[in-house]
């Protein structure tokens, strides 16, 4: 069974651009969520999605945005890029909603702003 | 406001040895609490996880040791060997509205000399 895949993998983008990464999420699952790593801040939840809509947001920007498609698979897009939104974006599948259901992680897609 | 406080920040170990990494948390509404490992270049990988009705889960050389009323879990990784050498993330989540949002703690990283 493949796992949480995410494209693409490295992009550098110039400051005031933007950019959209792309997720698919493991087969079956419904529930796919969104973080951001960084060495300052560590992993920090952007927003997770379920049957299309959004169901959970992180303290960000509304630069930072989502969405979902009726076949599970999830979108994220950050406008006016800034330096600061260098970072590893990292995607995440489960099953269902629900505490205890395993989240299961992406390797990542890595964004350098210049 | 940092829900979850993770120590220590990094972790040296000889082959064999026990390392132990502790987490407390404030929101007395967390009712999940899995521990993840990240290699380098990878997204973070679900080693083990507690629900607060367990003092104490284990899995092979992973161990979570649960304290409800001090509200501190850690984790302990018995006989270390140099490829569990890795950054070690606790992270909390609560209730079934909150499935994809983990809150985590800062991270350990952990080095197992030979």
Redesign the interface.
Known sequence: KAG?TQTPRYLIKTRGQQVTLSCSPISGHR???W?QQTPGQ????LF?Y?SETQ??K?NFPGRFSGRQFSNSRSEMNVSTLELGDSALY?C?S?L?????????????SWLTVV | QQQVKQSPQSLIVQKGGISIINCAYENTAFDYFPWYQQFPGKGPALLIAIRPDVSEKKEGRFTISFNKSAKQFSLHIMDSQPGDSATYFCAASKGTSNTGKLIFGQGTTLQVKP
């Open positions: 949480v529930s796919v969520s973080y560590g992993l920090q939840f997770e379920f169901r959970n992180g990292l995440a489960s269902e909603r629900g505490s205890g259901n395993t989240i299961y992680f992406g390797e990542g």
